[in-house]
C-alpha cells in the first residue's frame, strides 16, 4: 500500500491557476522513480477520468480537455508529483485524486477539492 497526499486545491475563479501537489512520504525513491503517476478527477455522478500522467520514464500524457492548461511534473528526489493548472473553468470543477502505478496496482491519495467558481 501506497501512501499518497494530495494538497494544493482549493477555490479559485475562472481564468486562475492551481498547483496540486501530491506526495508519497512512506515511498523510498528508488520505488518511486518506477511508478507511474497520475491525476485523476471525478464530479459527481460521473466516473473518475484521467487527467494526465506521468511514466518512468519521464513521458507525459494528458486528456484532451485540460491539453495546453495544465502541466504533469514530478520530482523524484522529493517523491512528489505537481499538477499545474491554468486557465480554469467550471468544467474543471472536481475532486482530484493522485495515483501510483506499479506492476498492475493502483494505489490513491485521499483527494483534493478544487472549485472554479465566480
Known amino acids: 500500500q501506497v501512501q499518497l497526499v494530495e494538497s494544493g486545491g482549493g477555490k479559485v475563479q475562472p481564468g486562475g491557476s492551481l498547483r496540486l501537489s501530491c506526495a508519497a512520504p512512506r515511498t523510498i525513491f528508488s520505488v518511486f522513480i518506477d511508478f507511474t503517476m497520475g491525476w485523476y478527477r471525478q464530479v459527481p455522478g460521473k466516473q473518475r477520468e484521467l487527467v494526465a500522467s506521468?511514466?518512468?520514464?519521464?513521458?507525459?500524457n494528458y486528456a484532451d480537455s485540460v491539453k495546453g492548461r495544465f502541466t504533469i511534473s514530478r520530482d523524484n528526489s522529493r517523491k512528489r508529483v505537481y499538477l499545474q493548472m491554468n486557465s480554469l473553468t467550471s468544467e474543471d470543477t472536481a475532486v482530484y485524486f493522485c495515483?501510483?502505478?506499479?506492476?498492475?496496482?493502483?494505489?490513491w491519495g485521499q483527494g483534493t477539492q478544487v472549485t472554479v467558481s465566480s
Open positions: 506521468s511514466s518512468s520514464g519521464g513521458a507525459t
Open positions: 495515483a501510483a502505478d506499479q506492476g498492475g496496482v493502483r494505489n
